[in-house]
Structure formats: C-alpha cells, structure tokens
C-alpha cells in the first residue's frame, strides 16, 4: 500500500471512529447530568466511556503503525502483552486527569447556566430562586441538545486524537528499538470546517526525521509549539483541543 492510499484510509477510518465515539459521549454526558440533578455528583461516566474508547483506538493503531513499519506479523506479536500494559498505564494517569478536567468543566458551565436562569428569572419577578426547576434546565442546557452534541465532538476528536497519536508513537518507538533503523514522520492533517491554516501548512506529503519537532507557529496569536507530534501533551491548547491532524511513522530508505 502506498502512502496516499494509506492516508485516504486512515481519513476515513478516524472520521468514522469520531462520530461513534461522540455518540458514545454525548450519552455519557446526559447520565451525568441525570446523576447530578439526583445527587449533586457527575459520576464516572466520562472516565469509564474514555476509557473504553482509548482502549479499544490504541490496540488497532499500536498494530496498524508497526504494520506499516515493519510487515512481518511475528515480530509484531511480542510486543502485544507489553502493549496492554502501556495502555493501562495511559489510562490510569494521562486519561483520568483528562476526564477530571471535562468533568470540572462540565459542573461549570452547569452552575453558569443555573446562575444566568436565576438572573433571568429574578428580571422577571420571579423570585424563586435556584430551584430543582431551574437546575433541571441549567443540566439540560449543558449536557443535551446542541450544545451537548457539539461538546461531545470537540471530546471525541481531542481524545481520539490523542489515543491515535500516542499509539502511533509508541509502536514507532518500540520498532526504532527493535531494529535501529531511521524513521521519519508527516503531520497528516485531515480537514476540519474551520482548519488552522498553520496546522494544514504543516501538511507536505514530505517526511522530516523523527527525532525533529515539527515548528507549530499561529500567525494570530504568535503561539509557537515545538511539537514532537500532533496532540504533542507539551504543546498549548489552542494546537490540541479539537485537533484532527495525525502522524504517521514511516521508513527512512
């Protein structure tokens, strides 16, 4: 397989996952609302859906990168028992404080929206206060609907994002030890409805070495990351957050 077909391929296959795993989220989000109107908690919904998808994305890219690298599937397989307990490790640390930091987010806005209801409500003469009612649509306003399903996506393809491009690294990495041989990498960007012009530059169907950081310049804000792939944990969130790009490891002949 060439390199164009396998990117087309790797366009397709990341979108498909995208829009499964926001569903998947933006279910999680309405559980959580459902359990804090209940008790004033989010629960674990969050975590364990992330969880599950970080899982499930690392295992297929961990084999597909080093398949890429390296075609022969034995020498593939003595890195499988290794490989679970590196995702383990992934999900006990990076992905728990990730889930923290939605979940934080999430009460947020929700005591954001309850406060302006109150305002609204007390403009009105209303004087209830902060009822069951009124929290019941400030968690309905944040968790469901269109803002629900649109933050459900930024998450899904932040952390897919992150899944994809910590596996590839890592089966990189492991084939590099393997064999000693010279890798290079592309940013691979793949299409957004508002792409950042400086990430798509990023864009050459041109591998540099590895071991070089791709120069992650925002010509808006005069942000500059040197950024050791996409969803580089290092770099600042205006280059992670809803970040679609991806690397792919190749050979260097």
Not at 17 to 27: D, P, V, Y
Not at 106 to 133: C, F, H, N, P, Y
Not at 161 to 168: E, H, P
Not at 182 to 195: A, E, I, M, T, Y
Request: net charge positive; with cysteine.
């Amino acid at each position: 397989m060439n390199l164009r077909r396998l990117i087309q391929i790797e366009n397709r296959r990341i979108s498909i996952l995208e829009r499964r795993w926001a569903g998947r989220l933006r279910t999680a989000l309405r559980k959580q609302g459902k359990n804090y109107f209940k008790d004033g908690e989010l629960g674990d919904e969050m975590f364990e859906t992330l969880s599950e998808m970080y899982k499930t994305v690392s295992s297929n890219y961990l084999k597909e990168q080093y398949s890429w690298l390296q075609k022969d599937v034995r020498k593939m397989s003595r890195f499988f028992m290794g490989w679970e307990l590196w995702t383990a490790e992934q999900i006990a640390s990076k992905l728990r404080a990730a889930a923290d930091d939605i979940d934080n987010t999430t009460k947020k806005w929700i005591r954001d929206a309850e406060s302006r209801i109150v305002e609204e409500q007390l403009a009105q003469g209303i004087a209830e206060g902060a009822t069951r009612g009124t929290l019941s649509k400030a968690i309905e306003h944040v968790t469901d609907g269109k803002i629900g399903r649109s933050r459900a996506k930024v998450i899904a393809r932040t952390e897919l994002g992150q899944a994809v491009n910590d596996a590839k690294k890592k089966a990189s990495d492991d084939w590099s030890n393997e064999t000693g041989s010279r890798q290079g990498k592309l940013w691979v960007h793949r299409g957004s409805k508002d792409p950042r012009s400086w990430h798509l530059a990023l864009d050459t169907g041109v591998p540099i070495p590895k071991e070089q950081p791709f120069i992650v310049a925002n010509p808006d804000t005069g942000v500059t990351d040197y950024m050791d792939r996409p969803h580089d944990v290092g770099a600042s969130a205006e280059n992670v957050v809803n970040c679609g790009c991806t690397v792919i490891y190749t050979r260097l002949e």
